[in-house]
């Protein structure tokens, strides 16, 4: 079974980005494109891992991940944080919402799997694009 990543996204060339990079590996890819959104497809689908831009139109990241962190069934899902907010307090903010990883802006698509793999079951192998 390919693991679910749901990236929850507002700016389409991040959104593009990342599900591309994703992909190759062999990820299966769920994108948002607003809080709501996300909450409800992170009901749908229970993904095995969510990543989660915090500028976002409306309902902000941060109270997006205390929501996700709010549903049972989706206790144990890691959120991470992907943000360009880079002032000092962020991250604990992140942390204190239920995030368990932070990457920061702009998306180096050479290091970005080795992110978000921690994230990921040991058992996963990724494809060789
Ligand atoms: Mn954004």
Not at 16 to 31: A, D, K, M, N
Request: hydrophobic residues 45%; charged residues 25%; proline residues 9%.
């Amino acid at each position: 079974m390919k693991p679910k990543v749901l990236i929850i996204e507002d700016n389409e060339q991040n959104l593009s980005l990342v599900t591309f990079l994703l992909e190759r590996y062999g990820l299966e890819i769920i994108p948002a494109r607003t809080g709501p959104q996300g909450l409800a497809m992170a009901v749908h689908v229970r993904p095995d891992l969510i990543l989660l831009d915090i500028q976002l139109p409306g309902m902000d990241g941060y109270e997006v991940a205390r929501q996700l962190k709010s549903i049972p069934s989706l206790v144990d899902v890691p959120i991470v944080a992907v943000t360009s907010y880079a002032m000092e307090g962020d991250r604990d903010k992140g942390f204190a919402a239920g995030c368990v990883g932070y990457i920061e802006k702009p998306i180096n698509p050479k290091t970005f799997l080795d992110e978000i793999r921690p994230f990921l079951s040991a058992d996963w192998e990724p494809q060789i694009p």
